[in-house]
């Protein structure tokens, strides 16, 4: 059974809540659903045991941290070299992800910068990588959607 059966309504309606507004707190959550307060605890607390729930964590935007440039950088790699690479990548401050992919390329990066020279710079600490061979990079313009995951909430 996949994931999103194993939600009911007032888990859909509790993450609904925790995505528009997870400063509030417990006390109010659970004053929203209508729950007491340890029902409420008790199913924010299964939705991150199960990894429904992966963060906390404020999310931070790299423009205004001063990393208005963005691309993605595809990353063809030497045969049996994978842990390896992505453990240099993840060397370069500037890299944000890295993720294996299927296709022509093995993998591809997230990358920020200051301005273009900076941009340079990333693109020669990857290439520098032990285990990359070729790369391929589109600099990211403007993001039209995005992350988002609450309509997977929707049955």
Partial sequence: ???LHLLDQ???RLLEIVMADPRVGVREFSRRLGVARGTAQARLD???AR???ASWAPT???AALGFPLS???HIQLAQAELEETCAGLAEV???LEVMSIAGEFDIVCRVVARDHAHLEEVFSAIISTPGVLRTRTEVILRRRVGPRVSQ???E
């Fill in 10 to 12: 007032i888990d859909r």
């Fill in 1 to 3: 059974m996949d994931s």
């Fill in 93 to 95: 401050r500037e890299v």
């Fill in 152 to 154: 997977l909430l929707d």
């Fill in 71 to 73: 691309a993605l950088v």
């Fill in 51 to 53: 990894g429904v729930i």
């Fill in 60 to 62: 931070l935007e790299p």
């Fill in 46 to 48: 299964k939705l991150e």
